[in-house]
Nanobody, 122 residues
């Protein structure tokens, strides 16, 4: 499975961005999907996850109420809508696919996209 993330950029605090993650290759089976982020000098951290059907989602406490994970099955694409962005949200955002229905730890994920940089200015 190949994952291609896009949609990052520079935005002012309080603004919004929508990140996309397009999956290709062996997408016939159902994968749980997740978003992680890594800020400079920090470890990669969980942001959001969803079952492939979208029936169940999970979020890090730091983004609850501000970020939304969703998917378009017809396009094999998962989205992360980020609202009310804060400077501390600045990071490289990665999408990933897991063989589990849903997961929150990086080592539970099998496939990773290349990352998309989100920079939030104050």
């Amino acid at each position: 499975v190949q994952l291609q993330a896009s949609g990052g950029g520079l935005v002012q605090a309080g603004g919004s961005l929508r990140l996309s993650c397009a999956a290709s290759g062996r997408t016939g089976r159902s994968y749980g999907m997740g978003w992680f982020r890594q800020a400079p000098g920090k470890e990669r951290e969980f942001v959001a996850a969803s079952t492939w059907s979208g029936s169940r989602t999970d979020y890090a406490d730091s983004v609850k109420g501000r970020f939304t994970i969703s998917r378009d099955g017809a396009k094999n694409t998962v989205y992360l809508q980020t609202n009310s962005l804060r400077p501390e949200d600045t990071a490289i955002y990665y999408c990933a696919a897991t063989g589990k229905s849903i997961a929150t730890k990086p080592d539970e994920y099998l496939y990773w996209g290349q990352g998309s940089l989100v920079t939030v200015s104050s």
